[in-house]
């Protein structure tokens, strides 16, 4: 369970923060690096949900599942399996989480046409932000290979499986959502030559 009395403890001013174990690290390091953009990616999805709640409330009802899954894999990531017994249950991120994105992807997808060129991010305001935490979402699975392939560090399977068809998810959203108004913004290669 979750208490939040007090927002500041000033026990960051030094530039440390505490993962869930208590162990402090440097607010650089790279574990802390990577739940801080699972946060980011959280907040542009919610942007994103500003516009497309009235738009599709099938979609909106996705992207808030997709949101307190990142809390989720925030939490996992903050709690890093060492091997060591912990006196609670760890969020773990699951291969069902990610099996469901996957069925939702493919849910999206089913009506759109087939891409003969790259989509530039853009379109209505709900798909503009989607393709925003598209990217935002791509830098944070980035982090976790490289902290995953880092010695002396852990992420485990689903986390990783879940944050890259993360960013295939929102893709196809982008698209289902413009496909739903004018359709996608393609690139044109040389076009401004």
């Not at 087939?114 to 991010?121: G, I, M, Y």
Request: charged share 25%; glycine share 8%; proline share 4%.
């Amino acid at each position: 369970m979750v208490i939040l009395n007090r927002i500041y403890t000033r026990t960051g001013d030094d530039g440390s923060t505490a993962l869930a174990t208590g162990k402090r690290l440097p607010k650089f390091d790279l574990r802390v690096q990577a739940y801080g953009t699972t946060d980011e990616t959280n907040a542009c999805i919610g942007i994103a949900r500003l516009h497309c709640a009235g738009e599709d409330a099938d979609l909106d009802a996705m992207l808030g599942r997709i949101q307190n899954d990142l809390f989720d894999l925030g939490a996992e990531l903050a709690s890093p399996d060492t091997g060591e017994k912990l006196s609670w249950e760890p969020l773990r991120i699951v291969q069902g989480q990610v099996e469901r994105l996957e069925q939702e992807i493919d849910r999206l997808n089913a009506d759109l046409g087939t891409l003969r060129s790259f989509v530039l991010p853009g379109g209505t305001p709900a798909a503009t932000h989607l393709h925003l935490a598209r990217t935002v979402s791509r830098r944070a699975e980035r982090l976790m290979v490289e902290l995953a392939q880092t010695e002396g560090e852990a992420v485990a399977q689903p986390a990783l499986k879940y944050i890259n068809r993360l960013s295939d998810f929102l893709f196809v959203a982008s698209r289902y959502l413009n496909a739903k108004a004018q359709g996608d913004v393609l690139w044109v290669p040389g076009q401004n030559r």
